[in-house]
């Protein structure tokens, strides 16, 4: 018997990976980002959340780490930007978090009106580490058909044609 190796793909250590999941529904869309720090930068990014360094994460202070990435994140809709509402957060405990074993998932909202042409996201959020940015479009159960998926800006904006066999 031969066995083949290959390299494993794992998180990166030294980096803050910001995934986002686009979901265009005709029940509105969803956007999720969950920041995975790598353990290399784990604590830093734990510190940044856990602002009086208590070990423990209050309202506050997970209102406040939200509202950072929520300035530093935009959706558009046809050229407008359009409200983001916090829907679903989800914390690690902070010892968790600080070893590079935790994922900070953040959820939002926002009206997708039903002859939209295009949705728009940004993420300009700055861990204070080096990010990896990776965004995605996820189909939902009620989809809106696709078109053209676009990258621009390192990774850091991602445009989706909706409705591309409906004229305008």
């Given at each position: 018997w031969i066995l083949f190796a290959a390299p494993a793909a794992a998180h990166p250590l030294d980096e803050v990976v910001h995934q986002t999941y686009l979901t265009p529904a005709a029940s509105g869309l969803t956007v999720r980002l969950d920041l995975t720090p790598g353990v290399l930068v784990a604590s830093p990014f734990a510190r940044s959340v856990?602002?009086?360094g208590d070990g423990a994460l209050t309202p506050a202070e997970i209102d406040a780490h939200v509202a950072a990435v929520q300035s530093a994140?935009?959706?558009e809709v046809d050229g407008r930007v359009v409200d983001l509402t916090v829907v679903d957060r989800r914390?690690?405990?902070v010892g968790l978090l600080a070893a590079?074993?935790?994922?900070v998932t953040l959820e939002w909202s926002a009206a997708l009106p039903g002859d939209a042409?295009?949705?728009?996201y940004?993420?300009?959020y700055d861990p204070g580490a080096t990010s990896a940015v990776q965004m995605s479009v996820l189909v939902a159960p009620d989809p809106v058909p696709l078109g053209r998926?676009?990258?621009e800006d390192n990774g850091r904006r991602m445009t989706v044609a909706l409705n591309p066999d409906v004229p305008s």
């Open positions: 856990d602002a009086d994140v935009s959706a914390y690690p405990p590079g074993g935790g994922t042409r295009q949705v728009a940004t993420d300009r998926i676009g990258h």
